[in-house]
């Protein structure tokens, strides 16, 4: 399945077919990983569904068969080709390095690694070229990072980088299946009793909450933090300035950002569309041709970034513009799958 | 009731009762409205109920009596002191010289006649001497906009404003009771039988959309330059670059707005707390006593415009804050009747 009309036609399965292993396999991004795996017709010739221990046991299916989902132990990376780490940080942080140790090379979607020197911080239409001096393990970024540097790429090739600011409007799948659950549980509770906040900071449910993950010292959310370095470090730009404030918003898919970027050169609305339209991934909604704008509704289920609003900012600062992208596909499994498809493709998978 | 804990000890009730007729009362903000002068206390001698033709001939209460609307029409203004428009543009552009031709005073909830220079443009805890020059027509700014300039008049106080960046988070009651009527109607349809959408670019349930208003030929939707020239005319700062997008979310009341605030001198986190905590109709949330954010539910029922999330930029260009208010009240029906109090204490409202 094309799911975006405009998927690379890059396909892994020009290789040998590899011992795969998956770390978080029940959570909600493994779940989309295993349906991306499957769509892209990833060369497998193992499978393996792994998990923590309060998850091990259950049955996950697979190309019509059911997979017994084993515990994440260091011993089940044993001749595995590729692991990929769609877990919490904790899990990732202790048993990537045992993975690497056993000759598999890991595609890591927790935020462990993603700022470590060593491990390239990979979206492949982006920075493929980072892939070449990987030592075991490669990150793949935040979901909101991902559909930010989507966007601001093609500006920057263009045009050059000078500052951006960002709101980004978060789903609640961002949170895992506790932030899905969150949502569905108030929505269907009766007015006055739903269950207290847990996964958020306040109800969800119609409402906003511009709080993702914890508050550092200074009064920054820790995902505003992560947004801030790991975009400087994919488009590597060390200090590029970035504004941002990141707001959960009571959608189940799809993460939004509004976005201000100021380029090194002149960039008008016209010439930036087209720069965002000749990229990878990336489509341009032209609301010339009607009020017609990018939502997290056109994403669900797809892979593409959608772009649109692209405008000339009223406060004479560059361009204004608005970036929706699945989380837990181009945000999450799809851009993972993508990172072993170009290892596969650049000869770097090789034990 | 003093459902703020802050509203002000300024009570119209000093001066003798008027005769109020309220325009648009059988809509979202003119259901508010009376719920608001009933209230305050708002001294009333007589109160008229208008409507466009097709909801005139209903009824609503008032302080325990049922009042029949009737159409709005230039003679229904005869001995009427004070007329609050909280009906759509084109009424107020016909009927609002009508009122203020038989000697009303008008306060005007549409965008009719906002920038218009002879036209004060007041949110009376920031700019209540604009009043002393209205000449019959008073504008109440936009929803969105009140809430910004509650936030930014502290600001602008303390430490001068160089530029703002703004994204809003706006309810779907800022569409009036069609808005909120498209919201509940696609919350409870079943999956795939949810009505087409109409007052919304695209559905709004489980979605955000990056339209408030029509756009131009530029690209800027029209809520987003209202938000722009309005803001400048309440702050009497004429050229002040202001960045901004609105986006509509699925919240039924209150809207957010994520802020950048470049000041002309510098302004720590704590001094801007200070300053906007000390200013009135203004709440800070200090979230380092845990993490505790403002969001849309702190404001229901409420008056007080929220602030939190103060913080130094990670970009480096200033603050960053996220700022939430009533959009049915201090964002509409409280903010009218404001003007009408700070009329009549100023002796602004004889005829």
């Known amino acids: 399945m094309d799911s975006t009309g405009r998927r690379s036609d890059r396909r892994a399965s020009e290789g040998r077919p590899l011992s795969v292993a998956v770390v978080g396999a029940t959570g ?3 779940e989309v990983l295993l349906d991306v795996l499957a769509e892209r017709e ?3 010739r193992e499978l393996r569904l792994l998990a923590s221990g309060r998850s091990a046991g259950t049955y996950l299916s697979y190309g019509g068969r059911q ?15 590729l692991v990929f780490f769609a877990a919490t940080g904790d899990l990732s942080h202790t048993l990537a390095p045992e993975a690497v140790a056993r000759g598999a090379v890991v595609i890591d979607k927790s935020s462990s690694w993603r700022m470590s020197p060593a491990v390239p911080l990979v979206v492949p239409e982006v920075n493929p ?8 393990i490669v990150a793949c970024p935040n979901c909101t990072t991902i559909g930010v540097v989507m966007a601001l790429a093609p500006l920057q090739r263009t045009a050059g980088l000078e500052r951006v600011v960002a709101t980004t409007l978060q789903a609640v799948s961002g949170a895992g299946r506790d932030g899905i659950e969150e949502l569905e549980a108030q929505r269907s509770a009766r007015a006055g009793e739903a269950p207290a906040p847990s996964t958020f900071a306040a109800p969800i449910h119609d409402n906003v909450v511009p709080l993702c993950d914890a508050l550092d010292d200074d009064g920054h959310a820790a995902e505003e933090i992560k947004l801030v370095h790991e975009t400087r470090k994919i488009l590597d730009l060390a200090s590029l300035p970035i504004s941002v404030t990141c707001v959960r918003v009571p959608v189940a898919v ?44 056109d994403v669900v289920g797809r892979d593409t970034v959608v772009v649109g609003r692209v405008r000339s900012d009223t406060g004479g600062q560059g361009l204004a513009l608005f970036q929706v992208a699945n989380n837990l596909r181009k945000g999450a499994a799809t851009n993972a799958v993508q990172i072993a498809e170009t290892l596969i493709e650049r000869g770097l998978l090789t034990r």
């Open 28 to 30: 909600a991004v493994g």
């Open 42 to 44: 990833f060369p497998l």
């Open 67 to 81: 997979l017994r989902v084993l515990e994440a132990r260091p011993e089940a990376f044993e001749g595995a080709d």
């Open 129 to 136: 070229e980072a892939l070449d001096a990987h030592s075991g």
């Open 254 to 297: 799809g993460h939004s950002t509004s976005l201000l970027v100021s380029t090194t050169r002149p960039l008008d609305p016209a010439a930036a569309r087209e720069a965002l339209a000749a990229f990878p991934g990336v489509e341009v909604v032209d609301e010339s041709r009607g009020d017609v704008v990018p939502t997290p509704a």
